[in-house]
């Protein structure tokens, strides 16, 4: 049984930034294709992040691509968030799939909190 497991989060001021991370149990889960970051803000649906494929190819959330990042080693998927606002508040969740398309039915870390707050 493959497992993610998100860190990094927490209580930050508007304009900082944080590093999540997302490690796998199995070094084998990094070999699916896709990986993604997705969060659920408060009253929202889980929205994509950014996903980004075994090649390096990312996509993002249009509103986001200009401050987060995200990337991925051997082991460890990463991203990267800078100049957070208090609607970036929310659950970070990483996602694992052979696919992008199929990431809602991968496998899935339990989430970190973000918050966004002075």
């Known amino acids: 049984q493959v497992q993610l497991m998100e860190s990094g989060g927490g209580l930050v001021q508007p304009g900082g930034s944080l590093r999540l991370s997302c490690a796998a149990s199995?070094?084998?889960?990094?070999?699916?294709?896709?990986m993604a970051w997705y969060r659920q803000t408060p009253g929202n649906e889980r929205e994509m992040v950014a996903t980004?494929?075994?090649?390096?190819i990312t996509q993002y959330q249009d509103s986001l691509k200009e401050r987060f990042s995200a990337s991925r080693t051997l082991n460890t998927l990463y991203l990267q968030m800078n100049r957070l606002k208090s609607e970036d508040t929310g659950i970070y969740y990483c996602?694992?799939?052979?696919?992008?398309?199929?990431?809602?039915?991968?496998?899935w870390g339990q989430g970190t909190q973000v918050t966004v707050s002075s």
């Open positions: 996602a694992a799939a052979p696919t992008i398309a199929t990431l809602p039915q991968g496998y």
């Open positions: 199995s070094s084998n889960v990094f070999n699916f294709n896709a």
């Open positions: 980004i494929t075994s090649g390096g």
